[in-house]
């Protein structure tokens, strides 16, 4: 956990400021002859840009999306780009019914929790089975709150079912389990190319005691050294009821979120996993259900 700081520093985006039609001329999206045409009938109609844009049908909705995107800084992905999996909704679908529920829970957890003067910057996922949407969440919900300008990281330290290197395509990692075996630093946090303000630290190479490595202190030192550098941290967790991994999880950061599934999580198995967990200290802030 030695590496420079210099290793995880975010890019810069520089189209704040810019028109619609130059964000579009320069990406390669709208040539300079049809920019003038757009800007000819948006005079002719007292109309914005976007809107005689689509009259000519000369630009896609998504075209204007991305240029609204671009000078509003907002970070997300075009459906053209079938890099990372489409369940990161947020980040390819941000204006959707599920983008506008995760800005909603985003906006709980800001009053809640993360503008809590006592409170710390890291929140665990939990849910009691496997199924239940827990990963999905915490990767959509790091996007989110990326796309608010936070400096995010997202955590998978579910050592045994990894699924954050998946969601985000990210190329190999010694990851968390590197990290707690001493084996890398910081340098294991990944940048999410297209979205700034994300990072990602996957789970790494599966150790055959996952447990152990949790328990150490060189996870509480992670997440101390973690919480210098980003204003909000995601972790993602294994399922509560399988193993004690999340509680160990929980413990260390100090609250958790509590994610269940419409009709496949079980309500004994829910309140059980709270029960473990506040009697560990953990603050249980608030709970998702995943109706999806």
């Known amino acids: 956990m030695n590496a420079p700081e210099s290793l995880i520093k975010s890019p810069v985006l520089a189209s704040a400021g810019r028109s619609i039609g130059d964000i579009l001329v320069s990406s390669g999206r709208l040539t300079a002859e049809n920019a003038e045409r757009i800007l000819q009938r948006q005079q002719q109609d007292k109309s914005n840009f976007g809107d005689a844009a689509l009259a000519l049908q000369l630009l896609t909705r998504e075209d204007i999306d991305f240029a609204l995107s671009r000078q509003f800084d907002y970070a997300y992905l075009s459906e053209k780009d079938t890099s990372r999996s489409p369940e990161l909704v947020a980040a390819y679908k941000p204006f959707s019914r599920v983008g506008e529920n995760l800005r909603a829970v985003r906006s709980q957890l800001m009053l809640r929790w993360f503008n809590n003067e006592t409170a710390t910057k890291v929140i665990a996922l939990v ?14 919900l790091a996007i989110v709150f990326a796309q608010q300008g936070e400096r995010t990281l ?10 954050q290197h998946e969601l985000f395509a990210l190329g190999k990692s010694a990851g968390l389990s590197g990290i707690l075996a001493d084996r890398a630093g910081l340098e294991a946090v990944l940048p999410v190319p297209g979205l700034k303000s994300l990072f990602v630290l996957p789970a790494g190479a599966v150790p055959p005691n996952p447990q152990e490595l ?6 509480g030192a992670l997440l101390h050294i973690a919480a210098k550098e980003f204003d909000v941290i995601i972790v993602d967790t294994p399922a509560g009821t399988d193993f004690a991994d999340a509680e160990i999880i929980a413990s260390r950061a100090g609250a958790a979120v509590m994610v269940t ?3 496949l999580s079980r309500m004994s198995d829910a ?15 608030g709970s998702i259900l995943n109706d999806d």
Not at 129 to 137: A, D, L
Not at 214 to 219: E, H, K, N, S, Y
Not at 271 to 284: K, W
């Open 127 to 140: 849910s009691p089975g496997p199924g239940e949407g827990r990963s999905f969440i915490a990767a959509n």
């Open 154 to 163: 997202l955590i998978d330290a579910d050592l045994r079912k990894a699924r």
């Open 214 to 219: 949790l328990g150490r202190t060189a996870f």
């Open 261 to 263: 599934r419409k009709n």
């Open 271 to 285: 309140a059980l996993l709270a029960r473990r967990l506040q009697d560990s200290g953990v603050a249980l802030v």
